[in-house]
């Protein structure tokens, strides 16, 4: 559903989103490629768990080598490491592969993300997830878009009959925590799905594939694309205490939603898991 209009940044926002697509479908092609191949290297970063191969490298690399020749004034935010400030206005955040786990195993449920953030503002936002076929954009006023065609949020208004997607830490003991609030969130919803990939669960509540979704310790680049391309589809998208959705916490539900599912979190906890 779209948002009302907003006034037109400096930067043309049409060239934007035509540059990240153009860039996620490379990115996404690289990957799939690549997929059940033997890859050359996978290391850990912050735990076992939260890997990071080859290919996260290569497709960051691509992203940011396209973005650069085609605007090399503007600022790179990347998950593998790229930082460039730029004198533009403009600063691109990059999620080259969301989902490494599922790519490794070759899961369904990967996906690239890139936003165009101008001015400090998220204004861009583009998903390519190859294996479902799905190409998610938005532009920051002008609605959501699944595959070329307009999406929304689904109608769900009763918290016993939704479905909520939820993702995990890669730290152990916050992932005990984190199981613990699900203990409590469970009972009183349809059900729970768990992608590995916060990205395509954002997108997930776009189109109504769930009713929500609900994670802590995001990283910006998990949020980006996802939270506009919700937001764009009439999700509500915030925290727990009344704030905008972060790395802190990140809470998107079909509009009727959020206030049930966001007091149920408070009570299970899951400010502090």
């Not at 973005?67 to 004198?87: C, F, N, S």
Request: charged share 25%.
């Amino acid at each position: 559903m779209p948002t009302e209009p907003a006034a037109e940044p400096a930067a043309d926002l049409s060239e934007l989103l035509t540059l990240a697509r153009d860039l996620a479908a490379r990115a996404a092609g690289l990957a799939v490629d690549r997929l059940g191949h033997e890859r050359s290297s996978v290391r850990t970063k912050s735990s076992a768990t939260d890997m990071v191969t080859d290919v996260d490298r290569a497709a960051e690399a691509l992203i940011t080598h396209g973005i650069l020749a085609a605007r090399p004034d503007d600022g790179v935010m990347g998950e593998e490491g790229t930082d460039r400030p730029g004198d533009s206005g403009v600063r691109w955040i990059v999620d080259p592969l969301d989902g490494t786990t599922n790519y490794l195993y070759g899961h369904a449920g990967f996906a690239v993300s890139i936003a165009a953030e101008v001015d400090g503002a998220v204004q861009v936002g583009v998903v390519h997830d190859p294996l479902h076929g799905d190409e998610f954009w938005a532009v920051r006023g002008r609605g959501a878009f699944r595959n070329g065609r307009p999406v929304t949020t689904s109608a769900a208004g009763e918290l016993d009959r939704a479905l909520v997607a939820t993702g995990f830490s890669y730290d152990p003991q916050r992932r005990g925590r984190q199981a613990a609030v699900l203990t409590r969130v469970l009972p009183r919803v349809r059900d729970i799905r768990r992608m590995g990939a916060a990205a395509v669960d954002l997108c997930s509540v776009a189109c109504g594939r769930v009713d929500a979704f609900y994670e802590r310790g995001l990283a910006p680049w998990d949020l980006a694309a996802g939270v506009l391309i919700a937001t764009e589809a009439g999700a509500l998208v915030g925290d727990l205490s009344g704030g905008a959705a972060s790395p802190e916490f990140a809470l998107a539900t079909a509009p009727a939603l959020f206030g049930p599912l966001r007091q149920l979190l408070r009570v299970a906890g899951a400010q502090d898991a």
